[in-house]
T-cell receptor
């Protein structure tokens, strides 16, 4: 199993540009999520999905869109990049359930918006 | 709103020392607590997962405890090695997953 994969690893955008961060997992996990990590602030949840066709907002959703057309893929779209979106983005997945399970993370995408 | 705090923010110890990293959280209604390791420029690697009904979990030189009633968890690292140098993050799972800001550990040879 490849686990959770993310592309690209690094990206530089100009203010106003749009792009999609890709995330895929091969563990058949229902739950997938996107976090951003900023210095001194830990990871904050952007959006999450409990299964194909179902998405919801996390703590910091503004400026980001997601969709979940398959169990495996969960792309994150930046509609109009802003310098405040400079961060490291992590995708994660786990099994869904009330007695929750271990969460697995991708290697991250380092995004700089100039 | 759940808040997770990790103290200290940074810790430097000589090789071979036993050490404790602390994690506190404000709402005890959690499903589990997970400790992660993050190396510079890398993703998160899961170390230990403690379910809400458990008091501790052990893996090799690592031992994590959970006291839900007091909103605390500790990660004990025995006989520290330079390879343990990394940032350690705790995360609590209630309806979402909330992370602390991490403790940056340096183990000096």
């Amino acid at each position: 199993n490849a686990g959770v994969t993310q592309t690209p690893k690094f990206q530089v955008l100009k203010t106003g540009q749009s792009m999609t961060l890709q995330c895929a997992q091969d563990m058949n996990h229902e739950y997938m999520s996107w976090y951003r990590q900023d210095p001194g602030m830990g990871l904050r949840l952007i959006h999450y999905s409990v299964g194909a066709g179902i998405t919801d907002q996390g703590e910091v959703p503004n400026g980001y869109n997601v969709s979940r057309s398959t169990t495996e893929d969960f792309p994150l779209r930046l509609l109009s990049a802003a310098p405040s979106q400079t961060s490291v983005y992590f995708c994660a997945s786990r099994q869904q359930g009330i007695s929750s399970y271990e969460q697995y993370f991708g290697p991250g995408t380092r995004l700089t918006v100039t | 709103k759940q808040e997770v705090t990790q103290i200290p923010a940074a810790l430097s110890v000589p090789e071979g020392e036993n050490l404790v990293l602390n994690c506190s959280f404000t709402d005890s209604a959690i499903y589990n607590l997970q400790w992660f390791r993050q190396d510079p420029g890398k993703g998160l690697t899961s170390l230990l997962l403690i379910q809400s009904s458990q008091r501790e979990q052990t893996s090799g030189r690592l031992n994590a405890s959970l006291d839900k009633s007091s909103g605390r968890s500790t990660l004990y690292i025995a006989a520290s090695q330079p390879g343990d140098s990394a940032t350690y993050l705790c995360a609590v799972h209630d309806n979402d997953m909330r992370f602390g800001a991490g403790t940056r550990l340096t183990v000096k040879p």
